[in-house]
């Protein structure tokens, strides 16, 4: 399985921006993913989840409330909708992927995943 992620650059504080993770390969028709994001010095962060039906979705408690995942039809690409950034998102985003025959749980944990993206760097200035 191979995950691509796209969208990442560099905004202003206050601006919006869109990620998306495209999943290929020998993957699952369906599956629970996830945006994680590590900025420098920090351990890797929960963003959002999204369970293997699409149904259920998690955030993380620092970005409840502006940002929006959503996973299309086929199952196979995630977007991450980010409003309102602030400079303190500012981190390396990676997707991830975790086969499972389970619907309704969103994995908050990075161990639980499978699959990872090579990540996409979003900077936000102040």
């Known amino acids: 399985v191979q995950l691509q992620a796209s969208g990442g650059g560099s905004v202003q504080a206050g601006d919006s921006m869109r990620l998306s993770c495209e999943a290929s390969g020998r993957t699952r028709s369906r599956a629970a993913m996830a945006w994680f994001r590590q900025a420098p010095g920090k351990e890797r962060e929960f963003v959002a989840g999204?369970?293997?039906?699409?149904?259920?979705?998690d955030y993380g408690d620092s970005v409840k409330g502006r940002f929006t995942l959503s996973k299309d039809r086929t199952q196979n690409m995630v977007s991450l909708q980010m409003s309102s950034l602030k400079p303190e998102d500012t981190a390396v985003y990676y997707c991830a992927q975790k086969d499972t025959l389970y619907n309704g749980i969103v994995y908050r944990h990075s161990d639980s995943y499978d699959f990872w993206g090579q990540g996409t760097l979003v900077t936000v200035s102040s």
């Open positions: 999204i369970d293997r039906s699409g149904t259920h979705k």
